[in-house]
């Protein structure tokens, strides 16, 4: 007879590193799960279930499609209508989820495992996100600006961070007048750094906003914070007595589906230009 697994998505298929960081923003999947899952689909027969705390179902579907994920139902097993179930858990017999416990049959020092329990995540990373917030906003990604991508990728390795996701993007200024503000870059990211997301930029064609401030190829770039609203985002900001610089978004990505719209505010005031994030 064919077996069921429920699968959690967040901290199991996508990675995670950088906590919720809002409905849609995704990370990169964990090396393997595609050929885990597939061989356990095609192979093995196994049903599939994705089971998620997430509402953007649609989106999580689009991720899956897009890496190439196998899954047969998100947050659904047709067995629960059947039978005439609760729809709230689907039915399985294996969850895979980086949160659970096992219970052992006994209740005896289960009180004291679910105390110290941690996720895999939490054990390994801590906190997901820095600590230092500004304008009510806990910083999500730290830039760099690098004049050659591979090299520093290459060198990063050598120090024993060799995990790098590689991209290129073209942007330009969201209301189409600045021609200046529309720019190529090479990015890399790194989630296994520091308990942020870590990227490298490399100016490939044209000038970004803060390279005039950081006046050469190379330094500090940005720290960038996601919003939920980049309305209220920005009057936070600007309430602390910052100012906005340029507001883009993305043209297109080698590798991301999606494209994202930038607000640079100049907090310069602070040593670095605040960038505030959302996915479009």
């Given at each position: 007879m064919a077996k069921t697994i429920a699968v959690d998505f967040d901290g199991v298929i996508n990675q995670y590193r950088n906590g919720f960081a809002g409905k849609g923003v995704f990370e990169e999947p964990f090396k393997d799960a595609r050929e885990s899952l597939t061989r356990l689909r095609d192979d093995h027969g196994w049903t599939i279930i994705i089971n998620t705390c997430r509402s953007e179902t649609d989106q999580v579907a689009s991720y899956l499609d897009y890496h190439g994920i196998p899954y047969d139902e998100i947050n659904h097993n047709p067995t629960n209508t059947k039978l005439g179930l609760s729809l709230a858990k689907p039915v399985a017999d294996v969850y895979l989820d980086d949160r659970a416990l096992q219970f052992g049959g006994s209740w005896k020092g289960v009180v004291e495992r679910v105390l110290?329990?941690?996720?895999?995540?939490?054990?390994?990373?801590?906190?997901?996100?820095?600590?230092?917030?500004?304008?009510?906003?806990?910083?999500?990604?730290?830039?760099?600006?690098?004049?050659?991508?591979?090299?520093?990728?290459?060198?990063?390795?050598?120090?024993?961070?060799?995990?790098?996701?590689?991209?290129?993007?073209?942007?330009?200024?969201?209301?189409?007048?600045?021609?200046?503000?529309?720019f190529t870059v090479n990015l890399g990211f790194n989630y296994t750094m520091f308990p942020c997301e870590f990227e490298l930029l490399e100016l490939v064609e044209g000038e970004t906003v803060q390279l005039p401030l950081v006046g050469r190829d190379w330094g500090m770039s940005h720290f960038g914070?996601?919003?939920?609203?980049?309305?209220?985002?920005?009057?936070?900001?600007?309430?602390?007595?910052?100012?906005?610089?340029?507001?883009?978004?993305?043209?297109?990505?080698?590798?991301?589906?999606?494209?994202?719209?930038?607000?640079?505010?100049?907090?310069?005031?602070?040593g670095f230009i605040a960038k505030l994030i959302k996915r479009i």
């Open positions: 110290g329990h941690r996720s895999w995540l939490k054990a390994q990373y801590g906190n997901p996100s820095l600590s230092m917030e500004v304008c009510g906003y806990r910083v999500d990604q730290m830039a760099l600006y690098v004049p050659d991508l591979d090299e520093a990728i290459r060198a990063y390795s050598r120090a024993g961070h060799p995990q790098w996701i590689v991209d290129t993007v073209v942007a330009k200024d969201k209301s189409g007048e600045d021609k200046a503000l529309q914070f996601h919003v939920d609203d980049m309305d209220v985002g920005i009057a936070q900001f600007e309430e602390g007595g910052f100012e906005l610089m340029a507001h883009v978004q993305t043209v297109s990505h080698s590798k991301c589906p999606y494209l994202y719209e930038y607000v640079y505010m100049d907090t310069s005031d602070l």
